[in-house]
């Protein structure tokens, strides 16, 4: 980077427990064990409240994991493509995805990766899985580009899309694409149980996080704890859009 040729300043805003807003200005690499040829930022962890984990990769033409993501035992992941072409191995299956590319890896399962262009970025996140009865999930794969997006709410200038079953109740996290077209907000002020990572994909949005309104952009990486009252409005001329993170589908624990 180099010597700065300002006064040091950021966008970004931790409130542990609460919410955090973090912009790929601040950014820093972590050594992961498994991870070779990538920069690997760490955007949310237990360690700032967050009940899963969450990696921003930027992978060189070398990037690779040695070992799988997220294939501890319990645990489950998820990967998705923001740009780029990786091949992605998910248990047995192996499949090239280009930006829009994804894979759900059910609990020991894990993802492996292995970059196929000069340069890719690559979303990681992995959370304990909370199994329910006999009911087991199974690997998902795709393309973003594939899935219709659905009015969102009754709002034609609001679309989302769905990356995992919605009616399977084997599944205790879901994957979406929230759109805002220039004006879209949400119908609401939105309070409740699900905690939210997202990843701004387009666009710029101004965003209330608790009682703090905030402008957010492309790129920016932004995380909602439990009951963070939430909304946003899209802005610019571009839609703002982001993939987002939420648990559903089973009871709280005591």
Known sequence: MGYPNDLLSTRAVVKPGLWAVIPKAGLVNNIIPYISGCKTSIVASPKMGAGFVQYVIEASSEGKTIEPFGAEEGVEAFAYVV?????????????????????????????????????????????????????????????????????????????????????????????????????????????????????????????????????????????FGPYCPQCAYGVGTVPFSYIYSKDCNRDVIL
Do not use: R
């Open 83 to 223: 740009e780029g072409e990786m091949l992605l191995t998910v248990g047995k299956q192996e499949f090239t995805a280009v930006a829009g590319g994804y894979a759900y890896a059910p609990a020991g399962t894990g993802i492996s990766f292995v970059t196929k262009s000069e340069h890719a970025k690559l979303l990681l996140y992995k959370q304990k899985y909370i199994p329910y009865g006999d009911k087991i999930p199974y690997v998902v794969t795709g393309n973003s580009k594939d899935i219709p997006f659905h009015i969102y709410d009754g709002m034609e200038n609001v679309k989302i899309k769905d990356f995992l079953p919605t009616d399977d109740l084997a599944f205790d996290m879901n994957m979406h694409i929230l759109s805002f077209e220039p004006g879209g907000c949400h119908p609401f002020v939105e309070t409740h149980v699900q905690e939210h990572g997202a990843y701004i994909l387009s666009g710029e949005g101004m965003y209330l996080m608790d009682d703090k309104w905030l402008g957010i952009k492309e790129e920016d990486f932004m995380w």
